[in-house]
């Protein structure tokens, strides 16, 4: 699993993800987002684990 800013064509610039773009993501909002990636040999105990990590980190960066 993989977790960065910026789209993955992009990675070494902070232009807007093109499939951000087309979604009509303001710009704003857009350079504040990450990508998650998962492969083939990804656990779904991985993927629990992330989730539960963002989601304690969104709570504390929401309510400090």
Do not use: F, Q, Y
Request: charged share 20%; net charge neutral.
């Amino acid at each position: 699993m993989l977790i960065s800013t910026g789209s993955a064509c992009h990675a070494d610039s902070m232009k807007v993800s093109s499939v951000l773009e087309a979604m009509k993501i303001p710009p704003e909002v857009a350079v504040s987002t990450v990508r998650i990636s998962t492969g083939k040999n990804t656990a779904a105990e991985e993927i629990d684990r992330a989730v539960a990590i963002i989601s304690k980190a969104v709570v504390t960066l929401l309510h400090g």
